[in-house]
């Protein structure tokens, strides 16, 4: 049962930084705790554990225009990222991991902003039948985490840019084009930014589990941990993996 409600949000745009942050908060979580994690990445590509990171994006492209590549955890697709784009990731121990709740704090959000949102499938969120909201899973012994993305003002053009989506997933998905199947909250609520976004999950989060958040500060953390795990994640072995 979780009886205490933490939350943190990160003011570093490093996605290898904030990759490092969410495993170290991993590693940290305490029996009855959740910690609700907020955060954002500059420009960035980040693909899932076990993706070819040649079939997934155009590699050369982000080198040339100065977008990171990154490698996560939790398996799944690649997504792109920039700071119109919150993440969110919600850390409990195994006893305590209710994805189906979790995703009702993020569906709650939508419902506070006016957005009237839907599950589909396991790891998307729709409004008006477009996607704007991705979510990923992960397990390491007792300690698991469920993150995802939530598109604010993304920019599609890059999106489109950047992925590569084969023609038979898209046929698939009945589509022409991945920026086809995706939009931004910006487009349903117009006066919509990434702080009044953060505050609406954070409440609906306290309503969800009945609680108060204590907020954790940068200063209580292994700052010197943290960068251990940043280093890792911004590897060249770590991002191309065996490709």
């Known amino acids: 049962m979780v009886e205490k409600l933490t939350y943190i949000e990160s003011g570093n745009t490093s996605p290898y930084y904030n990759l490092a942050l969410e495993k170290y908060l991993l590693l940290h979580c305490r029996k009855g705790e ?26 050369e492209l982000l080198e040339e225009e100065d977008v990171c590549l990154a490698r996560r955890l939790s398996g799944g697709g690649a997504v792109y990222q920039d700071l119109g784009n919150l993440n969110f990731t919600f850390l409990v121990k195994r006893e305590d991991y209710d994805v189906e709740r979790q995703t009702r704090v993020i569906l709650n959000a939508s419902e506070r902003l006016g ?12 409004a008006e039948g477009k996607k704007f909201s991705g979510h990923a899973y992960y397990e390491c012994g ?43 909250l910006k487009d349903l609520v117009p006066e919509l930014t990434t702080g009044s976004l953060k505050r609406n999950i954070l409440e609906a989060c306290e309503e969800m589990y009945g609680l108060r958040a204590v907020r954790m500060e940068m200063q209580e953390l292994d700052q010197e941990a943290i960068a251990g795990e940043q280093e890792r994640f911004a590897s060249a072995s770590w991002i191309f993996g065996k490709n």
């Open 142 to 184: 007792d300690s698991c985490y469920h993150h995802g993305t939530l598109m604010v003002c993304v920019d599609l053009d890059r999106l489109s840019r950047y992925l590569t989506v084969s023609e038979e997933k898209l046929r698939l998905k009945g589509i022409d084009s991945v920026r086809a199947r995706v939009m931004n």
């Open 115 to 126: 957005v009237h949102a839907s599950k589909s499938g396991r790891n998307d969120i729709l």
């Open 34 to 59: 959740c910690i609700l994690y907020l955060w954002r990445n500059r420009r960035t590509v980040v693909v899932g554990r076990n993706q070819n990171v040649w079939k997934e994006c155009r590699v």
